[in-house]
């Protein structure tokens, strides 16, 4: 790591001289490859650090599935009826239950996170339930903390209705009903949910496959940033438009193996859904990576320092991710950010790899985000064919 | 220590700072001008604070006065918004694909005949559960409508039946529900997103920041002659003429990797030991590093104050709160800081310590517990989070700001950051005594 790729740089810069006759694109590539093996800290960028992240994100989400949440009851009735919630409440697999004494406990335990929330059970339920009077419970979730108090509120709501469920159930029978539409009848319209793709509803399933892309292009553009600004350093980043595209293939080729790594050996790994168009896939890594190089490219001639590349963009992912439209309605953000956000690889990147690998979409069906990755090719390569005749045309003033 | 050799090695450090910083419009901007638009971004991303009219489809097989009303109650309900009748599933499915709508809903055919004869009539909701967030939604107002139909519909069976209306609805659900939501009750976006992301962001900011106002020194070879500047005041590094500074930066930022010529290096590195290894004093060090560090502090300290005033909500929030979280804010910005130093110093290499850095705080969002929670990590994964500064803060700050907690409650959290700040500075001063006992590492990229 401490020892500098200082041979290196002063052997490189002495064959600079050569690299004014135009390198052809396989030269350009063989080159590239040749400086990416030769550099610790890009490869190290490129290759290593997305590998490890492959392992490292999905980590925290290994449960996929929220349960066991504890929360606490407060059982101010203490009559058989609170007594039977409280048993349902507590054999809820969503639930780990504990009963305290009273509020100012409970709320104690959610302030040093023990609890994510609690029901009451008011004093003189059972009496107003068994004289027919309007009876309530409350349940009390802690809105700082979204996933759980969704866990709380349903899982008690269960818990609750299925006893209420039970006496009204009762009642009916007693009123002549037949029993068997009496206890159907709980719910006259009932909601069956069928969740499509993710079909687990796991957490780490939903995020970690969008988190990938998202990490395969800061990774892919942090390290061409990197290798263009070194070059710059060292004067080596002037080439042709073959050259460029040498340089482009090589990197991208990088991040499409990982890419592949992605597809084929982590999602699987953490049973995630995957590879329903896979040909979609390949062609869609085969579009993004170069169009996420090509910005790299146009980076590291704006840094022009080596190390610049991490101190800006480290901070970058999660704003991008944010804009993405994927964990956050993409209309719903400001009307200037949405046309803002076209700007960066993620934003047609990320819904169009998840449409394909994890929904099964065809290709016709995510055309437009074909098509917008091709444009930001496009723009970023002519934004870098502008940077490289902006900088031929300084040398020949500054030379003449 | 004479006290008077402390406080000018102070001064002259941040001099140096200040003189760097102006120059090099790249590390001001990451200092002043990017943070502060991150934390303005981060707030306008989530202006909208609810999540509204997210698109749905309708299959209706029944074409029933009662499917009408449920396509109405799925209109009226402010998050959804029908996009479209489908016809058929396979049309209803391509749109899902598309990401035109985000779940069908489909009212079979005999609904009204099951729901009029009493018997139980299922909607049937196909949600794109890929995407959580949308479909968490989704599935809780559809649920919702569903749970209205029902009433309706069993409230009116029991009126028909000869009940009176009131009491026809407590026999429908005789123990009620009041579901409240304990702070942040309107479910804000921006309150519980927004306001702990940019902590998050300030934070990897300002390890990156950490990394590299000493990274910076180790990689230009200069931190011998900015140590010689503090303790000494010769050669007055703050007092360079225009000429030859932008002479310099030329040298620096173009010619050559900033390096001075290999004569120069050895000449400088020779100096550097000499001096270094004799006199390296710990004090003068720390109050150095301490003035180096200071412009970052001040600013970041208005951009946290900028955060903060944000993040609170309208409805007041105790002083007491308010200050507790600031200075737990506070700490864990310098302690990133410091960290950053560290992982740079430890290495010998600011690109190392950028490297690690980037490691550590980028994901460290997905690790502190607020949108996964905390409870749900996986054991071995929750270590991690433990070892990570932003977990605590964000601790202190949800339950400071939203879940108005007693002071009390979170004070051991700010003890714990302003411990490890003083160990992370700690270290600091003595990686940096280290560095520059060994010139010949200097320079690594």
Known sequence: MSLPPKDHLSSTTSDSTKQSSTPSFLASFLQTIKDIFSDKGVLLLLLIAPIIYGFFYPWPYSTEVVNHVPVGIIDNDNSNLSRTIVRYASASPQLDTQLFLNEQQAKEAIWSDEIAGYMVIPSGLEQQVLSGKAASVSVLGNGGYFLLNKNVQMGFLKAVSTVSAGIEVKKNVAQGAYSATAAANTQAVPLVIVPLYNQTEGYGAYVVPAVSILILQQTLLIATAMLIGTWYEQRRHATSIRGWLGRIAALSMFSFIIGCFYYGWTFELHHYPRGQNMIGSLLFLLLFCPTVATLGCVLGLWFRQRERSMQILIFSSLPMFFVSGYPWPADQLPTVLQIIRWFIPTTPGINTSVQLNQMGASISQVSTGFYALAALWVFYFALLMWVRWHDTNKALKTVS | ?445
Do not use: C
């Open chain 2, 1 to 445: 220590m004479h006290p008077m050799k402390l406080s000018k090695a102070f001064l002259r450090s941040a001099a140096y700072e200040r003189r760097f910083l102006t120059e090099n419009p790249w590390d001001f901007s990451m200092v002043v001008w990017i943070p502060l638009a991150t934390v303005l971004l981060i707030w306008w991303i989530f202006s909208q604070t609810q999540i509204t009219d997210l698109p749905i489809g309708v299959i209706d097989q029944d074409n029933s006065p009662i499917a009408n009303t449920a396509v109405r109650y799925l209109e009226a309900s402010p998050t959804l918004t029908v996009r479209q009748l489908y016809y058929s599933e396979a049309e209803a499915k391509a749109a899902i694909l598309q990401r035109d709508i985000y779940a069908i809903v489909i009212i079979p055919e005999d609904f009204s005949r099951h729901i009029l004869s009493g018997k139980p009539a299922p909607l049937i909701l196909q949600v794109n559960a890929q995407y959580g967030t949308h479909s968490g939604i989704i599935q809780t107002s559809v649920q919702a409508v569903a749970g209205t139909l029902s009433a309706g519909v069993e409230i009116q069976r029991l009126v028909k039946q000869g009940m009176a209306p009131s009491q026809a609805a407590i026999a429908y659900s005789p123990i009620g529900i009041q579901r409240i939501s304990l702070f942040n009750a309107a479910t804000d976006y921006q309150q519980f997103l927004a306001s702990t992301v940019i902590p998050a962001l300030l934070h990897i900011l300002a390890m990156v920041i950490g990394a590299t106002t000493i990274g910076r020194e180790l990689r230009d070879k200069r931190l011998g002659h900015w140590y010689r500047f503090i303790s000494t005041g010769h050669p007055d590094l703050t007092r360079i003429t225009k000429n030859e500074s932008t002479s310099g930066q030329i040298l620096n930022a173009v010619e050559n990797n900033q390096y001075l010529s290999k004569n120069d290096q050895i000449s400088v590195s020779s100096h550097a030991n000499e001096d270094m290894t004799e006199s390296t004093n710990v004090l003068v060090l720390l109050f150095g590093l301490l003035g180096k560090y200071f412009w970052p502090t001040l600013a970041f300290s208005i951009w946290a104050m900028l955060a903060l005033w944000l993040a609170t909500p309208q409805e007041s929030v105790a002083m007491s709160s308010v200050l507790a979280t600031y200075a737990g804010l506070i700490l864990l910005i310098m302690l990133s800081f410091w960290l950053g130093a560290v992982f740079t110093l430890g290495s010998f290499s600011l690109r190392m310590g950028l490297s690690a850095t980037g490691f550590i705080s980028a994901p460290s969002y997905a690790f502190a517990g607020v949108t996964f929670p905390y409870i749900a990590i996986s054991d071995s994964a929750r270590h991690w989070s433990d070892a990570l500064p932003l977990t605590h803060y964000l601790k202190l700050h949800i339950a400071q700001l939203q879940m108005q907690a007693p002071v009390a409650v979170s004070l051991p959290i700010v003890y714990g950051l302003a411990i490890a700040t003083t160990i992370a500075m700690t270290l600091t001063t003595l990686l940096t005594k280290r560095a520059l006992a060994h010139p010949e590492r200097w320079g690594a990229r």
